[in-house]
């Protein structure tokens, strides 16, 4: 911040912060000790303040292994070193213990006022290490520029930051795409996702050892379509003419489609928002052609399968079904997604310029790429089916004290349905649903549960069903 504040004088170029566009510049008008006046470029006058910086790195009594207090080290050294690149702080305080967690919280409060880049080209920059000065105004602004001439991609060094377009843009992605920057030397062409897709490779190939490519962000950011374009490119480059129908790269690019399907729903911020995190591993040859991959999914959100709220829907697959041909609808026993109770908690069933029906039978094509049987795929949709009768169950108070039975025939209906899809006794399925067992060291006691208890354990069964079904 000293030296950011001794470069900002009276007329300087200035960032300032603004709660309606974030960033707002202007031009110093006074500074009065730590009061300066601005006048921004809408012609409004702020007043600020330069208000001193504290980081504290919160330390706890909890005693770590000698390496562990060596990475929080070099984290707290690497801290440093970043708020001292960008120069926004006057007042720098930082309190260490030899005791400290790996988690730790930063606390800062930072200054209101940032000089303002004067010499800045046009178009942006296409690497942020560019800029003078690397503070957060200077690098949406940056992002924004380049983002208005449709410029989705910038660098940070090797880091590359996407900004999500929002719109379909097949020119970026196409094979003549690909084509230019397979081989290309990194930071010879535009930032661009198949770049650092390229230099994983060439580094892997080169080099003999593995690489990882890191995608994060918030929902809605693009990982998910970050991460599919990275698979394109690799397929591209590792791909070969396999001999039998489908190839390796087929399979890793198809499974993408059926992962969605099952683990995708619509959420308020994203129509197709991913509700797993998921971990993919390309296997290459020595030649760096693509031999295998494997992808390990983690923590589904297991709570959407009997909970939504309005606007959002459930997983994908749920009204894939419900639009499936009609002898499938007929043979699963559905009916429409606003009959059954895990779905008609939110209004919302269809999306705009999504065709349930056509998704279905390209989810089914995916899944015979990848090698899902017939008999599997029968399976998988069996226990999708079963989960929405399961959620129609409704039960009644029974007979005895604190116990429940199946409201009416339509839950009846529902649950013999349930059984038959899942091949299991109706008996033994209504009695896991409204009979809890207790295990002592010294016998096995059978509880009856009273219709809240039994809503409950058959969310947790609809649950444990449906989690099970995405591990396998
Ligand atoms: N490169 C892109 N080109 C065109 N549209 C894109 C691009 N990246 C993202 N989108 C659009 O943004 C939407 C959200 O992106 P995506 O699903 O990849 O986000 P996400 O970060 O994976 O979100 P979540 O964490 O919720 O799963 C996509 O459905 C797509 O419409």
Same mark, same amino acid.
């Given at each position: 911040?000293?030296?950011?504040?001794?470069?900002?004088?009276?007329?300087?170029?200035?960032?300032?912060?603004?709660?309606?566009?974030?960033?707002?510049?202007?031009?110093?008008?006074?500074?009065?000790?730590?009061?300066?006046?601005?006048r921004?470029?809408?012609g409004?006058?702020?007043?600020?303040?330069?208000?001193?910086?504290?980081?504290?790195?919160?330390?706890?009594?909890?005693?770590?292994?000698?390496?562990?207090?060596?990475?929080c080290?070099?984290?707290?050294c690497?801290?440093?070193?970043?708020?001292?690149?960008?120069?926004?702080?006057?007042?720098?305080?930082?309190?260490?213990?030899?005791?400290?967690?790996?988690?730790?919280?930063?606390?800062?409060?930072?200054?209101?006022?940032?000089?303002?880049?004067?010499?800045?080209?046009?178009?942006?920059?296409?690497?942020?290490?560019?800029?003078?000065?690397?503070?957060?105004?200077?690098?949406?602004?940056?992002l924004a520029?380049?983002?208005?001439?449709?410029?989705?991609?910038?660098?940070t060094?090797?880091?590359?930051?996407?900004?999500?377009?929002?719109?379909?843009?097949?020119? @970026?992605y196409? =094979?003549?795409?690909? /084509?230019?920057? *397979?081989?290309?030397?990194? %930071? #010879?062409?535009?930032?661009?996702?198949?770049?650092i897709?390229?230099?994983?490779?060439?580094?892997?190939?080169?080099?003999?050892?593995?690489?990882?490519?890191?995608?994060?962000?918030?929902?809605g950011a693009?990982?998910?379509?970050?991460?599919?374009?990275?698979?394109?490119?690799?397929?591209?480059?590792?791909?070969?003419?396999?001999?039998?129908?489908?190839?390796?790269?087929?399979?890793?690019?198809?499974?993408?489609?059926?992962?969605?399907?099952?683990?995708?729903?619509?959420?308020?911020?994203?129509?197709?928002?991913?509700?797993?995190?998921?971990?993919?591993?390309?296997?290459?040859?020595?030649r760096?052609?693509?031999?295998?991959?494997?992808i390990?999914?983690?923590?589904?959100?297991?709570?959407?399968?009997?909970?939504?709220?309005?606007?959002?829907?459930?997983?994908?697959?749920?009204? @894939?079904?419900? =639009?499936?041909?009609? /002898?499938?609808? *007929?043979?699963?026993?559905? %009916? #429409?997604?606003?009959s059954?109770?895990?779905?008609?908690?939110?209004?919302?069933?269809?999306?705009?310029?999504?065709?349930?029906?056509?998704?279905y039978?390209?989810?089914r094509?995916?899944?015979?790429?990848?090698?899902?049987?017939?008999?599997?795929?029968?399976?998988?949709?069996?226990?999708?089916?079963?989960?929405?009768?399961?959620?129609?169950?409704?039960?009644?108070?029974g007979?005895?004290?604190?116990?429940?039975?199946?409201?009416?025939?339509?839950?009846?209906?529902?649950?013999?349905?349930?059984?038959?899809?899942?091949?299991?006794d109706?008996?033994?399925?209504?009695?896991?649903?409204?009979?809890?067992?207790?295990?002592?060291?010294?016998?096995v006691?059978?509880r009856?549960?009273?219709?809240?208890?039994?809503?409950?354990?058959?969310?947790?069964?609809?649950?444990?069903?449906?989690?099970?079904?995405?591990?396998?």
């Amino acid at each position: 911040m000293q030296a950011a504040t001794e470069k900002i004088t009276v007329g300087s170029q200035v960032w300032v912060a603004d709660p309606s566009v974030a960033w707002i510049d202007g031009e110093m008008l006074k500074i009065d000790g730590t009061e300066a006046e601005i006048r921004t470029s809408d012609g409004k006058k702020v007043s600020c303040s330069y208000a001193p910086i504290s980081i504290f790195i919160l330390s706890t009594n909890f005693t770590i292994s000698s390496e562990k207090k060596a990475g929080c080290q070099l984290c707290a050294c690497k801290l440093i070193e970043f708020m001292d690149a960008i120069q926004s702080f006057n007042q720098f305080q930082l309190l260490t213990s030899l005791t400290f967690r790996h988690i730790y919280n930063v606390v800062t409060k930072l200054s209101k006022v940032y000089p303002k880049e004067m010499d800045y080209p046009d178009g942006g920059v296409d690497d942020m290490t560019k800029l003078s000065y690397l503070h957060e105004p200077g690098v949406l602004h940056n992002l924004a520029i380049r983002y208005e001439r449709d410029k989705l991609y910038t660098y940070t060094g090797n880091i590359l930051i996407a900004v999500n377009p929002f719109q379909s843009l097949p020119h @970026l992605y196409d =094979a003549h795409m690909m /084509e230019k920057y *397979k081989g290309a030397e990194f %930071g #010879d062409l535009s930032p661009h996702v198949f770049a650092i897709a390229e230099i994983a490779f060439r580094e892997m190939v080169n080099g003999g050892k593995s690489n990882s490519i890191l995608v994060s962000g918030e929902s809605g950011a693009g990982k998910t379509e970050t991460t599919k374009m990275l698979m394109r490119y690799l397929a591209h480059v590792g791909g070969h003419k396999g001999t039998e129908g489908r190839t390796v790269e087929q399979q890793v690019l198809e499974s993408n489609p059926v992962l969605e399907a099952f683990g995708n729903a619509k959420t308020v911020r994203n129509n197709n928002s991913s509700r797993f995190g998921k971990f993919v591993e390309i296997q290459f040859d020595k030649r760096g052609r693509i031999s295998g991959a494997a992808i390990r999914t983690y923590l589904l959100e297991r709570s959407r399968v009997c909970q939504i709220s309005d606007p959002e829907r459930n997983y994908h697959c749920f009204y @894939l079904l419900c =639009a499936a041909p009609p /002898e499938e609808v *007929k043979k699963y026993k559905l %009916g #429409d997604p606003t009959s059954f109770h895990y779905l008609n908690q939110s209004n919302c069933y269809e999306l705009v310029g999504v065709n349930d029906a056509h998704d279905y039978l390209a989810t089914r094509r995916a899944m015979d790429t990848i090698g899902i049987s017939q008999k599997e795929q029968d399976a998988i949709f069996r226990v999708v089916a079963s989960i929405l009768h399961l959620g129609n169950l409704e039960f009644a108070k029974g007979e005895e004290i604190d116990s429940a039975i199946l409201k009416d025939e339509k839950s009846k209906f529902h649950l013999q349905v349930t059984a038959e899809l899942l091949m299991c006794d109706l008996h033994a399925l209504e009695d896991s649903l409204l009979k809890r067992l207790m295990v002592t060291p010294e016998e096995v006691i059978k509880r009856s549960l009273d219709p809240q208890g039994a809503t409950f354990s058959r969310d947790s069964l609809a649950k444990t069903l449906y989690s099970r079904l995405f591990d396998w």
